[in-house]
């Protein structure tokens, strides 16, 4: 007998094996089976029998063996990572089997039923307890949950509250909800970053104390993130909450998903298979037949849109959650750097409300999305500036350990002493990074506590949630940092957000820079006040007249949201027409100018290329990273079966074209950042 396995390679179709008759039964679909594959063995998944195989039967290789111990994957899980493959033009195998947990991902050998009897033991889940009926909810949280409550089937719902209003009880309430309707209903929860699990998982320990959690992400052990997969795989765990990673987690019973923060750039993948978790959130509902509730204080356009036009139905949550909490959503100033000239980077409107809300016990946040000390050092006498040697971009200031680093390959060497260029001693430092501030609020407010969190503080494991729960105990008057900070933590004592570095993201190349300014500003202003005190935002800029810090002022999304649409519409941008943006990398520019020229040569000659706007070849802004030069190649259509229909056709045409020097390329659907 012979069966179709996919494996984790770049294939148009799966590999053939043959199976022992001893293996074979229908419940061998979806099993994880081990196979040669040239010397050496790999994991892979059967996904159908194959009655007659197009190669001699005689060569066929043989399944070393079927992972029994673990139960085969469903026909819906099969569907949902081939629906994901193709949409995202990747071969099926490259979607499934890297959702797999690394345990299984790696051959299991002699010692992998020991590994698994150790990782299930890790799961020690216990049984749903009565719904908590203490839970308090505003008129608009019961109006949202109740919504949600009455879908029967697909259904996508699109919560958007101001931060502090609550969305997150919502989940919980629409979630025991679901899990109460079965004893065995699994629900999945998605947030963008790592970092935001540990106070999610407590707030759902909290709300029903026993539920059967389990996290899930990049962050955990091989042995705990296997654990957590298996006892969602069978069924045990009820709640999964996890990174974009999750969204392929095996969920044989799944009733409901909630992705949170939906609006976060974090749900696209950067490498690989480059999906959209939140997108991928929405089809797995639809294809499974049940409501995906998405929630933001600053939705993506895209699911604005989708709201907008009745294909998500809307729910509001317009005011902080609490007694009088209407009143307290916090001010928003900006600081205009023109007339008020920055000392260490900070404007002396700032400098003195910092110092006033220390003075009166409150802690206070500056937010600055820029790690480092400074992006740059420069010398005034030539000109020289740090650059990084393998990339196109400046070389970042590490006063910490004296180093130049690069933020993007991850170079670094010491800081010269003088000029390289011309020997001059005097070299400066130009700009202002998170250690850069974090250095000028101990000689502004010496008696302060101040406390940094940025990549760079983070690095050991457990390390940011260690000094999250040092803000959250107090102990901390000030917190210095970057995007870490802004989004879906619940400080309680914050009154005060000092925002600098604003203007940088105006003035940035990708169209969606405004949005995810907005979306960034709007979350960090969200840490302000949430305990009802008063409380205020001050924003640098030298831009104060700019229409999306006049909405920002009135914490007004919508007007926001509105025109930003109106512009997206006129331009013909994004999410008005689909894209798909093909990268080349080769050992030099030209060179993968060249093969991106090449390949939209052969984009015109594809049937309905009519309906497809391909634009030239151009390097990327950042031109060269890690020694390799890059370039890009946009295609996009009002259409997007259009696109689906001309993508495929296309990619294989430039599979099969011939062309010298090597060149490595890529295609990324939806793309994020152009």
Same mark, same amino acid.
């Given at each position: 007998?012979?069966?179709?396995?996919?494996?984790?390679?770049?294939?148009?179709?799966?590999?053939?094996?043959?199976?022992?008759?001893?293996?074979?039964?229908?419940?061998?679909?979806?099993?994880?089976?081990?196979?040669?594959?040239?010397?050496?063995?790999?994991?892979?998944?059967?996904?159908?029998?194959?009655?007659?195989?197009?190669?001699?039967?005689?060569?066929?290789?043989? +399944?070393?063996?079927?992972?029994?111990?673990?139960?085969?994957?469903?026909?819906?899980?099969?569907?949902?990572?081939?629906?994901?493959?193709?949409?995202?033009?990747?071969?099926?195998?490259?979607?499934?089997?890297?959702?797999?947990?690394? %345990?299984?991902?790696?051959?299991?050998?002699?010692?992998?039923?020991?590994?698994?009897?150790?990782?299930?033991?890790?799961?020690?889940?216990?049984?749903?307890?009565?719904?908590?009926?203490?839970?308090?909810?505003?008129?608009?949280?019961?109006?949202?949950?109740?919504?949600?409550?009455?879908?029967?089937?697909?259904?996508?719902?699109?919560?958007?509250?101001?931060?502090?209003?609550?969305?997150?009880?919502?989940?919980?309430?629409?979630? =025991?909800?679901? %899990?109460?309707?079965?004893?065995?209903?699994?629900?999945?929860?998605?947030?963008?970053?790592?970092?935001?699990?540990?106070?999610?998982?407590?707030?759902?320990?909290?709300?029903?104390?026993?539920?059967?959690?389990?996290?899930?992400?990049?962050? %955990?052990?091989?042995?705990?993130?296997?654990?957590?997969?298996?006892? =969602?795989?069978?069924?045990?765990?009820?709640?999964?909450?996890?990174?974009?990673?999750?969204?392929?987690?095996?969920?044989?019973?799944?009733?409901?998903?909630?992705?949170?923060?939906?609006?976060?750039?974090?749900?696209?993948?950067?490498?690989?298979?480059?999906?959209?978790?939140?997108?991928?959130?929405?089809?797995?509902?639809?294809?499974?037949?049940?409501?995906?509730?998405?929630?933001?204080?600053?939705?993506?356009?895209?699911?604005?849109?989708?709201? &907008?036009?009745?294909?998500?139905?809307?729910?509001?949550?317009?005011?902080?959650?609490?007694?009088?909490?209407?009143?307290?959503?916090?001010?928003?100033?900006?600081?205009?750097?023109?007339?008020?000239?920055?000392?260490?980077?900070?404007?002396?409107?700032?400098?003195?409300?910092?110092?006033?809300?220390?003075?009166?016990?409150?802690?206070?946040?500056?937010?600055?999305?820029?790690?480092?000390?400074?992006?740059?050092?420069?010398?005034?006498?030539?000109?020289?500036?740090?650059?990084?040697?393998?990339?196109?971009?400046?070389?970042?200031?590490?006063?910490?350990?004296?180093?130049?680093?690069?933020?993007?390959?991850?170079?670094?060497?010491?800081?010269?002493?003088?000029?390289?260029?011309?020997?001059?001693?005097?070299?400066?430092?130009?700009?202002?990074?998170?250690?850069?501030?974090?250095?000028?609020?101990?000689?502004?407010?010496?008696?302060?506590?101040?406390?940094?969190?940025?990549?760079?503080?983070?690095?050991?494991?457990?390390?940011?949630?260690?000094?999250?729960?040092?803000?959250?105990?107090?102990?901390?008057?000030?917190?210095?940092?970057?995007?870490?900070?802004?989004?879906?933590?619940?400080?309680?004592?914050?009154?005060?957000?000092?925002? %600098?570095?604003?203007?940088?993201?105006?003035?940035?190349?990708?169209?969606?820079?405004?949005?995810?300014?907005?979306? +960034?500003?709007?979350?960090?202003?969200?840490?302000?006040?949430?305990?009802?005190?008063?409380?205020?935002?001050?924003?640098?800029?030298?831009?104060?007249?700019?229409?999306?810090?006049?909405?920002?002022?009135?914490?007004?999304?919508?007007?926001?949201?509105?025109?930003?649409?109106?512009?997206?519409?006129?331009?013909?941008?994004?999410?008005?027409?689909?894209?798909?943006?093909?990268?080349?990398?080769?050992?030099?520019?030209?060179?993968?100018?060249?093969?991106? &020229?090449?390949?939209?040569?052969?984009?015109?000659?594809?049937?309905?290329?009519?309906?497809?706007?391909?634009?030239?070849?151009?390097?990327?802004?950042?031109?060269?990273?890690?020694?390799?030069?890059?370039?890009?190649?946009?295609?996009?259509?009002?259409?997007?079966?259009?696109?689906?229909?001309?993508?495929?056709?296309?990619?294989?045409?430039?599979?099969?074209?011939?062309?010298?020097?090597?060149?490595?390329?890529?295609?990324?659907?939806?793309?994020?950042?152009?």
């Amino acid at each position: 007998m012979f069966v179709d396995v996919l494996l984790d390679r770049p294939l148009p179709a799966p590999l053939v094996y043959r199976l022992d008759e001893s293996n074979a039964g229908s419940h061998v679909i979806g099993s994880c089976v081990v196979v040669p594959l040239g010397r050496e063995e790999t994991i892979g998944i059967v996904i159908g029998f194959n009655a007659a195989p197009t190669i001699d039967a005689a060569k066929v290789r043989s +399944v070393r063996r079927v992972v029994a111990s673990v139960a085969p994957l469903s026909q819906h899980w099969l569907a949902l990572t081939r629906f994901a493959a193709d949409y995202y033009q990747h071969g099926w195998g490259e979607v499934a089997v890297p959702a797999l947990p690394p %345990l299984l991902r790696k051959v299991p050998g002699t010692r992998f039923e020991a590994s698994l009897a150790r990782a299930r033991a890790k799961s020690d889940l216990q049984a749903l307890p009565p719904r908590d009926k203490a839970v308090q909810l505003t008129t608009e949280q019961r109006e949202a949950v109740g919504a949600i409550g009455s879908a029967r089937g697909f259904a996508a719902f699109l919560l958007h509250g101001v931060t502090g209003s609550g969305k997150t009880e919502v989940y919980l309430e629409a979630i =025991a909800e679901r %899990l109460l309707e079965s004893e065995s209903a699994q629900a999945l929860v998605l947030v963008p970053e790592i970092n935001l699990t540990p106070q999610f998982e407590a707030r759902l320990r909290a709300r029903f104390a026993g539920l059967p959690i389990v996290s899930l992400h990049s962050g %955990l052990p091989d042995a705990e993130r296997t654990a957590a997969w298996l006892a =969602a795989h069978e069924g045990r765990a009820r709640v999964v909450l996890g990174t974009r990673l999750a969204v392929f987690a095996s969920l044989p019973r799944l009733a409901m998903i909630v992705v949170d923060e939906e609006h976060d750039a974090s749900f696209k993948a950067g490498d690989g298979v480059r999906y959209s978790a939140r997108d991928v959130a929405v089809k797995r509902a639809q294809m499974a037949d049940l409501p995906v509730m998405l929630g933001s204080a600053t939705p993506s356009l895209e699911s604005w849109r989708q709201a &907008r036009e009745g294909r998500y139905t809307l729910l509001t949550l317009p005011a902080r959650a609490g007694a009088g909490a209407t009143r307290e959503l916090p001010s928003v100033e900006c600081v205009d750097l023109r007339a008020e000239a920055p000392v260490q980077g900070l404007a002396p409107p700032v400098r003195d409300a910092l110092a006033t809300c220390v003075a009166a016990r409150d802690q206070a946040i500056v937010f600055i999305n820029r790690r480092g000390y400074a992006p740059v050092i420069a010398c005034a006498a030539c000109g020289w500036v740090s650059v990084c040697r393998r990339c196109t971009t400046f070389a970042a200031f590490h006063k910490t350990d004296a180093t130049l680093r690069c933020h993007h390959c991850g170079w670094q060497t010491r800081v010269p002493v003088v000029c390289p260029t011309c020997g001059n001693p005097a070299l400066a430092a130009v700009g202002h990074g998170t250690q850069r501030v974090e250095e000028a609020l101990h000689e502004l407010l010496p008696a302060a506590r101040v406390e940094r969190i940025d990549r760079d503080t983070t690095q050991r494991r457990h390390a940011a949630r260690d000094a999250l729960a040092a803000v959250h105990a107090g102990t901390v008057d000030v917190l210095v940092g970057t995007q870490m900070i802004a989004k879906g933590h619940d400080f309680r004592r914050v009154a005060l957000v000092a925002v %600098l570095n604003a203007d940088s993201q105006l003035v940035a190349p990708d169209f969606r820079a405004p949005e995810r300014l907005f979306a +960034v500003l709007m979350q960090v202003a969200g840490r302000a006040g949430r305990a009802g005190q008063p409380s205020k935002v001050l924003v640098q800029t030298r831009f104060p007249g700019h229409p999306l810090f006049a909405a920002l002022a009135r914490l007004d999304y919508r007007a926001f949201a509105e025109r930003e649409l109106a512009d997206r519409a006129a331009a013909r941008m994004p999410p008005f027409v689909s894209q798909a943006l093909l990268r080349a990398e080769a050992r030099s520019l030209e060179t993968a100018l060249d093969f991106l &020229r090449a390949a939209a040569l052969e984009g015109g000659k594809v049937a309905g290329a009519s309906a497809i706007a391909l634009y030239d070849a151009v390097p990327m802004p950042l031109a060269k990273l890690a020694g390799v030069h890059r370039a890009q190649l946009l295609v996009e259509s009002v259409s997007r079966p259009a696109l689906q229909r001309w993508l495929p056709i296309w990619l294989q045409r430039v599979r099969e074209m011939r062309f010298s020097p090597r060149v490595r390329w890529q295609i990324e659907v939806d793309p994020q950042e152009i």
